[in-house]
């Protein structure tokens, strides 16, 4: 699975080669797809043409449904580069979806794309969700789900609820640190520039996960970055923190 590619299509072409290279019987992308400074068109052309089982995220919301000028300035930045037919393609994904029986893809809550489901904010930091929080957050919505993956917070984690549901976010593949902004009271830092992706397998007879982070030529991306006016972006992607 992958979640926050972010239009980094130089981390996203180094995680679809490594995902070719397992045995996986299909990818799922959990949104936020193009939002960033890099490269949203050519990112665009990518997933578009890559078989997966993809929700929209948050910033996919936002890029059909915000009028440009109440868009944030790496939303602009995808905004302005995409064909019709890449709008279309984002205005038609869904906002949660049943992968496979027992299994639910969604981006932040099956509710709400704008919710960090395994990350808490408090004033000061981001920190793991306790599990009380994360159930409290899926409420009714785990039941009858074996496996829940869910993006967003950009940070790979996985948790076990009580019930025995596996909750997996498989971290960010293009885009590893985000400044303390607007409602994100302080920043997010994966600490290293590395792509990420998960593996999730049932071949025990249960849910487990892999993490996996891959080098990719994350210096051009930065460059790119920079190159568009993100100077800040080209720091976090070259560092994996703001």
């Known amino acids: ?22 045995d996986v019987d299909a990818l799922v992308n959990l949104g936020d797809h193009l939002s960033g400074a890099v490269a949203p068109a050519e990112t665009a052309e990518l997933l578009q ?22 868009m944030g ?3 602009r930045a995808a905004f302005d580069g995409l064909t019709p037919s890449s709008r279309a393609w984002l205005a038609a994904l869904p906002q949660r979806l ?3 029986p027992g299994v639910l893809a969604f981006h932040g809550v099956p509710g709400d794309d ?15 969700a306790t599990v009380e929080e994360v159930s409290e957050r899926l409420g009714d919505w785990s039941d009858g789900y074996a496996l829940m993956l869910c993006g967003h917070s950009h940070l790979q984690r996985s948790v076990q ?10 971290g960010s593949v293009g885009w590893p640190a985000l400044a303390a ?3 994100l009271s302080a920043p997010i830092e994966a600490g290293t520039p590395h792509a990420r992706f998960a593996v999730a397998d049932d ?16 210096d051009d991306a930065a460059a790119l970055a920079t190159q568009h006016g993100r100077a800040d972006i080209g720091r976090q992607l070259r560092t994996g923190r703001v």
């Open 98 to 100: 049943d992968v496979a």
């Open 203 to 218: 071949a025990a007879g249960r849910w487990t996960a892999d993490f996996h982070a891959v080098k990719y030529p994350w």
């Open 73 to 75: 300035r790496a939303d």
């Open 181 to 183: 902004t607007g409602t």
């Open 1 to 22: 699975m992958i979640s926050d590619v972010h239009g980094n299509v130089f981390a996203l072409r180094a995680v679809l080669a490594a995902v070719a290279g397992l």
């Open 49 to 70: 043409r890559t078989p997966a089982l993809s929700v929209r995220g948050n910033h996919d919301r936002f890029l059909v449904e915000l009028p440009r000028e109440r």
């Open 161 to 170: 609820l009580p019930g025995g549901t596996l909750v997996v976010n498989p």
């Open 114 to 128: 704008e919710v960090m489901l395994l990350e808490t904010i408090t004033r000061a930091a981001i920190r793991p």
